[in-house]
């Protein structure tokens, strides 16, 4: 089944204890994305990926990491996470150029900082 | 910069018509999206519509483009409670960096 896996999917932490989500995707796709979701704020984007080693910001790229070792995986790391990077997580991935470029997205990693 | 807007809620009850609108301000999209995203889940697709259309329907669902006033609405006919989601309003453009841009959700509440 084609599909985008995020985990954890439940993560509760402490303010500056490093943590990684996770993200692979089975569809050989390209382009791959972090958006977070917040109340009366809709998606905002994080960081986001064109193809391997190829990464860049999106609108909200403060206190996140990300890395495109390989085509499948595209990790999110908050190298000291802090209160308000409390949120919904998703990620996402496409082909660009392939028709209409739908993004097919993972079901999302909530994380609540401590 | 670029900008899709959205009202919050919209209410209705079972078996009306929902009408959910969305303004951007990006001429140079190329697609824009409806995706719907229900409780606990990931966003999926719902439909999409190509820059140059003006109307696409797909069963209960019609999608019309005012490229003018950069205005998207998403008409659901004979409303179900099943379709009590949010519903996300996005643009994609190719000018400078392949980018997408997302509303701040609509969520529908249906009334049985």
């Known amino acids: 089944e084609a599909q985008v896996t995020q985990n954890p999917r439940y993560l509760i932490t402490v303010t500056g204890k490093k943590l990684t989500v996770t993200c692979s995707q089975n569809?050989?796709?390209?382009?791959m994305s972090w958006y977070r979701q917040d109340p009366g704020l809709g998606l905002r984007q994080i960081y986001y990926s064109m193809n391997v080693e190829v990464t860049d910001k999106g609108d909200v790229p403060e206190g996140y990491k990300v890395s495109r070792k390989e085509k499948r995986n595209f990790p999110l790391i908050l190298e000291s996470p802090s209160p308000n990077q409390t949120s919904l997580y998703f990620c996402?991935?496409?082909?660009?150029?392939?028709?209409?470029?739908?993004?097919?997205f993972g079901a999302g990693s909530r994380l609540t900082v401590l | 910069g670029e900008d899709v807007e959205q009202s919050l809620f919209l209410s209705v009850r079972e078996g009306d018509s929902s009408v959910i609108n969305c303004t951007y301000t990006d001429s140079s999209s190329t697609y824009l999206y409806w995706y719907k995203q229900e409780p606990g889940a990931g966003l999926q697709l719902l439909t999409y519509i190509f820059s140059n259309m003006d109307m696409k329907q797909d069963q209960r669902l019609t999608v019309l483009l005012n490229k003018k006033d950069k205005h998207l609405s998403l008409r659901i006919a004979d409303t179900q409670t099943g379709d009590s989601a949010i519903y996300f309003c996005a643009e994609t453009t190719t000018s400078g960096t392949y980018k997408y841009i997302f509303g701040t959700g609509t969520r529908l509440k249906v009334l049985a």
């Open positions: 569809m050989n796709h390209e382009y």
């Open positions: 996402a991935s496409t082909s660009p150029g392939s028709g209409a470029n739908v993004l097919t």
